[in-house]
C-alpha cells in the first residue's frame, strides 16, 4: 500500500517542487533582471495562470476521475471514450480563452487591479503569456490523464523538462536578449511546449489504453466530468481570489514596494502551494480506482497516508522558510525595505498552509470518490465566505499584518465550520479522525 502510494505519489509531488523552482528562479530573473515594477506587474497577473491552471484541472481531475473509475470496474473503452472527449472540449476551450485574453488584455489588467506604471509592464506579460494558453492548458491536463493511465513517471519527466527548458530560456531572453518582461512570458510559454511534446510519447508509443481518436460530443458526459472537475477549478479559483483580494488590499493600506513584496511572497509560496496540490493530484488515481473497485479500506489507507504527507511538506517548508527566508528574499531583490517586509508577511502567511494543506486534500478527497458536493461546500466556504470577510477585517484594523494574516483565519474557519457543521462522520477532532480513518462519501 505504501509503495504503490509512493509510486503515484512522489512523481507527482516531485513533477510540481521543479515547476515551483522554476516558477520561483523565473521570479529571481524577472527581480533581477527587469525590476521590482515587473515582480508587482507579474504578480497582478497571477489570478489569471490560475484561471487557466482550474479550467485545466477540471476537465483533468473530473475526466480523470471517470478513466480511473472506469478501468477499475475493467471498462477500458468507456474510459477512453471519456479521455477523447475531455480532450476535444479542452482543445476548444484553450483556443477560445487565448482569443479573448490578447484581444482584451488591457481591459482585464485593468480589472485586475493594475494601474500607473505597473499597468503596462502587466498589460505587456499578459498579452505574451496567454499566447500560449493552448500548451498551457493541455500540458496541464494531459499530465493528469496519463497518470490516470498508470504513467505517472513520464508526467513527470514531462514538467520537470519544460521546467528546465523555461529556466534556461529565462536567462538568455532576460540577460542576453534584453527582451524584459516579455522575455519571461515567451520562455514560460515554450517550456510549455515541451512538457506537451514529451506528454504524446505517451501515446505515440502505446504506453497505456488513452489514445487519441474520434469520438462524439455527449452532453451528459462532459457535463459529468465538468460536474466531478469543478471543485478542482474551485480550488483555483479559491487561490486566485485569494491573490486579487489582497492585491486589493495592499494596494489601499500599501504602496507599490508593498505589492513587490506580495509578489516575492506569491513566488515563494507557490512552491508549498504547488506540493499540496501535486499530493492531492498524485494520490488521485488511487482514491478513483479504489473506490471504483468498491476496495473502500484502501481509499481511507491512502487518505492517512496523504494527510501525514500534507503535514510533513508544510512543517519542513515553515522551517525553511523561518530560518533562509530572508537570505532567500534576497534573490529577488535588494531594497532592504521590501526584504524586511516581504520576511514577515512570507512568515505570517505561511502559517496559513498548515490548514490549508489538510482543507485541500479533503477537498481534492471527495472529488476523487465522485463527491463533488463536499468538495465545493469546502472551497466555497474558503473562498467566498471567509476569506473576503478576514481580509477586509484584517487589513482594516491591523493594516499590511491583518493582510498577511487573512488566509490563516479564513482556512481556520473554514475547517471549524466543515467538520462541526457539515462532515457528519467528524468523530474525533485531530489525530483520531485525520489518521486512524478518513471521510465517508456521505
Given at each position: 500500500?505504501?509503495?504503490?502510494?509512493?509510486?503515484?505519489?512522489?512523481?507527482?509531488?516531485?513533477?510540481?517542487?521543479?515547476?515551483?523552482?522554476?516558477?520561483?528562479?523565473?521570479?529571481?530573473?524577472?527581480?533581477?533582471?527587469?525590476?521590482?515594477?515587473?515582480?508587482?506587474?507579474?504578480?497582478?497577473?497571477?489570478?489569471?495562470?490560475?484561471?487557466?491552471?482550474?479550467?485545466?484541472?477540471?476537465?483533468?481531475?473530473?475526466?480523470?476521475?471517470?478513466?480511473?473509475?472506469?478501468?477499475?470496474?475493467?471498462?477500458?473503452?468507456?474510459?477512453?471514450?471519456?479521455?477523447?472527449?475531455?480532450?476535444?472540449?479542452?482543445?476548444?476551450?484553450?483556443?477560445?480563452?487565448?482569443?479573448?485574453?490578447?484581444?482584451?488584455?488591457?481591459?482585464?489588467?485593468?480589472?485586475?487591479?493594475?494601474?500607473?506604471?505597473?499597468?503596462?509592464?502587466?498589460?505587456?506579460?499578459?498579452?505574451?503569456?496567454?499566447?500560449?494558453?493552448?500548451?498551457?492548458?493541455?500540458?496541464?491536463?494531459?499530465?493528469?490523464?496519463?497518470?490516470?493511465?498508470?504513467?505517472?513517471?513520464?508526467?513527470?519527466?514531462?514538467?520537470?523538462?519544460?521546467?528546465?527548458?523555461?529556466?534556461?530560456?529565462?536567462?538568455?531572453?532576460?540577460?542576453?536578449?534584453?527582451?524584459?518582461?516579455?522575455?519571461?512570458?515567451?520562455?514560460?510559454?515554450?517550456?510549455?511546449?515541451?512538457?506537451?511534446?514529451?506528454?504524446?510519447?505517451?501515446?505515440?508509443?502505446?504506453?497505456?489504453?488513452?489514445?487519441?481518436?474520434?469520438?462524439?460530443?455527449?452532453?451528459?458526459?462532459?457535463?459529468?466530468?465538468?460536474?466531478?472537475?469543478?471543485?478542482?477549478?474551485?480550488?483555483?479559483?479559491?487561490?486566485?481570489?485569494?491573490?486579487?483580494?489582497?492585491?486589493?488590499?495592499?494596494?489601499?493600506?500599501?504602496?507599490?514596494?508593498?505589492?513587490?513584496?506580495?509578489?516575492?511572497?506569491?513566488?515563494?509560496?507557490?512552491?508549498?502551494?504547488?506540493?499540496?496540490?501535486?499530493?492531492?493530484?498524485?494520490?488521485?488515481?488511487?482514491?478513483?480506482?479504489?473506490?471504483?473497485?468498491?476496495?473502500?479500506?484502501?481509499?481511507?489507507?491512502?487518505?492517512?497516508?496523504?494527510?501525514?504527507?500534507?503535514?510533513?511538506?508544510?512543517?519542513?517548508?515553515?522551517?525553511?522558510?523561518?530560518?533562509?527566508?530572508?537570505?532567500?528574499?534576497?534573490?529577488?531583490?535588494?531594497?532592504?525595505?521590501?526584504?524586511?517586509?516581504?520576511?514577515?508577511?512570507?512568515?505570517?502567511?505561511?502559517?496559513?498552509?498548515?490548514?490549508?494543506?489538510?482543507?485541500?486534500?479533503?477537498?481534492?478527497?471527495?472529488?476523487?470518490?465522485?463527491?463533488?458536493?463536499?468538495?465545493?461546500?469546502?472551497?466555497?466556504?474558503?473562498?467566498?465566505?471567509?476569506?473576503?470577510?478576514?481580509?477586509?477585517?484584517?487589513?482594516?484594523?491591523?493594516?499590511?499584518?491583518?493582510?498577511?494574516?487573512?488566509p490563516l483565519f479564513s482556512e481556520t474557519l473554514c475547517f471549524i465550520t466543515w467538520n462541526l457543521l457539515f462532515n457528519k462522520n467528524f468523530g474525533s477532532i485531530l489525530a483520531n479522525y485525520f489518521i486512524k480513518s478518513a471521510p465517508k462519501n456521505e
Open positions: 500500500m505504501l509503495k504503490k502510494f509512493i509510486n503515484y505519489a512522489v512523481p507527482s509531488v516531485f513533477a510540481m517542487f521543479v515547476s515551483s523552482l522554476y516558477v520561483i528562479i523565473d521570479g529571481i530573473f524577472v527581480g533581477q533582471g527587469v525590476g521590482n515594477l515587473a515582480l508587482a506587474a507579474v504578480n497582478l497577473v497571477v489570478p489569471v495562470s490560475i484561471f487557466f491552471f482550474g479550467m485545466a484541472t477540471m476537465f483533468a481531475v473530473g475526466g480523470g476521475t471517470l478513466i480511473s473509475e472506469s478501468f477499475g470496474k475493467k471498462d477500458i473503452a468507456k474510459g477512453v471514450h471519456i479521455f477523447r472527449e475531455a480532450f476535444i472540449v479542452l482543445l476548444i476551450l484553450s483556443f477560445f480563452m487565448s482569443f479573448i485574453f490578447v484581444v482584451f488584455s488591457k481591459k482585464i489588467v485593468i480589472l485586475l487591479g493594475a494601474n500607473g506604471n505597473v499597468l503596462e509592464e502587466a498589460n505587456t506579460y499578459l498579452k505574451y503569456y496567454v499566447m500560449f494558453c493552448i500548451p498551457n492548458i493541455l500540458g496541464i491536463s494531459l499530465s493528469s490523464f496519463i497518470r490516470n493511465d498508470g504513467n505517472p513517471k513520464l508526467a513527470m519527466i514531462a514538467t520537470v523538462s519544460g521546467a528546465f527548458l523555461n529556466i534556461a530560456l529565462d536567462y538568455v531572453f532576460i540577460f542576453i536578449f534584453k527582451w524584459g518582461i516579455k522575455g519571461a512570458a515567451i520562455a514560460t510559454g515554450l517550456g510549455q511546449i515541451l512538457t506537451v511534446l514529451i506528454i504524446l510519447l505517451h501515446f505515440l508509443f502505446k504506453k497505456g489504453h488513452l489514445s487519441f481518436g474520434k469520438t462524439k460530443l455527449h452532453q451528459e458526459n462532459i457535463l459529468r466530468f465538468i460536474t466531478l472537475g469543478f471543485p478542482s477549478f474551485f480550488m483555483e479559483i479559491t487561490f486566485s481570489i485569494m491573490v486579487f483580494c489582497m492585491n486589493i488590499a495592499i494596494s489601499k493600506v500599501g504602496n507599490e514596494s508593498q505589492l513587490a513584496s506580495f509578489g516575492i511572497i506569491n513566488y515563494l509560496t507557490t512552491i508549498v502551494y504547488m506540493l499540496l496540490l501535486g499530493l492531492s493530484f498524485g494520490v488521485q488515481p488511487l482514491f478513483s480506482f479504489n473506490h471504483g473497485a468498491k476496495s473502500y479500506e484502501n481509499v481511507f489507507k491512502f487518505y492517512k497516508f496523504t494527510i501525514i504527507s500534507s503535514i510533513i511538506i508544510n512543517f519542513i517548508y515553515f522551517t525553511i522558510s523561518y530560518f533562509y527566508g530572508y537570505d532567500i528574499v534576497k534573490l529577488f531583490t535588494n531594497d532592504r525595505s521590501i526584504l524586511n517586509e516581504t520576511y514577515i508577511g512570507l512568515t505570517l502567511f505561511n502559517l496559513s498552509f498548515f490548514v490549508i494543506g489538510i482543507n485541500v486534500i479533503q477537498s481534492g478527497y471527495y472529488q476523487a470518490i465522485n463527491n463533488p458536493k463536499n468538495s465545493n461546500i469546502i472551497s466555497f466556504l474558503r473562498s467566498i465566505i471567509f476569506f473576503p470577510i478576514t481580509i477586509f477585517i484584517g487589513s482594516h484594523f491591523w493594516g499590511l499584518t491583518g493582510v498577511w494574516l487573512s
